[in-house]
């Protein structure tokens, strides 16, 4: 049974920092690409930024220079280091794996709220 669960969400304050943590089990987690994709009350899910199963990375241009993803195959574990937080960037966050050009397993997701 595939599981990814978040963590790390919470209520900061404009210009300050999170860090969101994803720990996948019951896949091998090192020959996945994943990302972290978010939602906002009213619009569609979109992605915030991925890392390939080779590292590489890609950032939406609303965080890039503000974010950064990471992972530790050894932990299992995906990261999303958050700075310079606006308010815009208040949503859901999901981690998922990335399969081609679509997601194959979700997390149930974590709020992040950034206060003005």
Sequence with gaps: QVQLVESGGGLVQAGGSLS?????SGIIFRFH???????APGKQRELVARITHNYDTYYADSVKGRFTISRNNAKNTLYLEMNSLKPEDTA???CSTILGASNDYWGQGTQVTVSS
């Design 20 to 24: 969101l943590s994803c720990v996948a």
């Design 33 to 39: 690409d994943v990302g972290w994709y978010r939602q």
């Design 92 to 94: 859901v966050y999901y």
